[in-house]
């Protein structure tokens, strides 16, 4: 029995120590990465953050919409694919420059999505938790039973992470650090081609999409609140917004939102429907703009943008 709970501790001890000791290996790769997604460009949004006036945070339809290198002011687009409101609100967890201006990006149906729990997206900041004390606080408060195991098995929290790092220790990627953090969608002639047939067959066509949720999501909600505490905390400026996409929302959905962020004294921006007319080359898919697109939609809105921080929004 003693030789058995001997064997027991021994073995446990050795995946202790396997465990800090492959962290420690991945952390230190993890410090000078700023290329990838996984975790270059959240490396890179950590070492610029508190270095710009303006920020933009939410899903792939803020990381490819969003270009303001014209706007005339330091400023890094820190949208990231596949997140949501959860992964934006940790982000913005880490800000300490006062006086910026935060620019997040929602859709009607991540407010209103009842099954969303914030977990599946913020997961991808578990193994940031443990480097960054205003993430892990972040952690600590949101998603708990995340936080203790991250804290207990550390590769646990690098899961899906330490095959980026390796990669990326070795081959240069984007540098999202020195640029902007916009990233372009170029699509290919093959894969215009297609969305222009897609579309042609009326398959894909803009439509009026119902968002049948009626109730905003508790934890949405909650992730939001988090952000204006913290935008009012650092005396920034907070504006939500709605990028183009080809899935109209309906009128009743819309002017639901309009009210709940009133209601919260934020400005809201409803961009869904920007573009009036269809130009195949504007898109890389239905919901979401090329290159091309992107442009003309960032021009528009760096003047809504100045128009803003010039004190004239109502």
Do not use: C
Request: hydrophobic share 40%.
């Amino acid at each position: 029995m003693l030789r058995s709970v001997k064997l027991v501790v021994v073995i446990m001890v050795v995946l202790f120590v396997a465990d800090r000791l492959i962290y420690q290996v991945i952390s230190t790769l993890d410090d000078d990465i700023y290329t990838g997604l996984a975790v270059g460009k959240i490396n890179s949004f950590l070492k610029r953050k508190d270095d710009v006036d303006v920020l933009v945070f939410g899903s792939s339809r803020a990381a490819h919409h969003v270009d303001l290198e014209e706007l005339g002011v330091p400023n890094f687009n820190a949208g990231q694919d596949a997140t949501k409101i959860g992964f934006a609100s940790a982000l913005i967890a880490t800000l300490k420059k006062r006086g910026q201006t935060i620019i997040v990006h929602i859709d009607h149906d991540e407010l209103y999505d009842n099954d969303y729990d914030g977990q599946s997206d913020a997961q991808l900041l578990a193994f940031h938790a443990l480097k960054n004390d205003e993430i892990g606080s972040f952690f600590n408060n949101y998603f708990k039973e995340e936080w203790v195991l991250g804290k207990i098995a550390h590769s646990y929290a690098a899961n899906g992470k330490i095959l980026s790092i390796l990669k990326n220790s070795v081959s240069k990627g984007h540098d999202y650090a020195a640029q902007n953090g916009y990233e372009p969608l170029i699509p290919t002639e093959e894969q215009s081609e297609t969305f222009r047939q897609i579309m042609s067959k009326g398959i894909a066509d803009p439509i009026q999409e119902k968002v049948e949720m009626n109730k905003v999501n508790l934890k949405s909600e909650k992730f939001i609140d988090h952000i204006i505490r913290k935008a009012k905390t650092n005396e920034s400026k907070l504006v939500f917004f709605t990028s183009p996409s080809l899935l109209r929302i309906d009128r009743d959905t819309k002017n639901r939102t309009q009210a709940f962020f009133k209601a919260k004294g934020i400005p809201y921006w409803d961009h869904g429907a920007f573009f009036d007319s269809l130009e195949y080359t504007d898109w890389k898919d239905e919901t979401h703009l090329s290159d091309k697109g992107a442009k003309k939609y960032s021009a528009y809105l760096r003047g809504e943008l100045l128009h803003y921080l010039n004190g004239a929004f109502k």
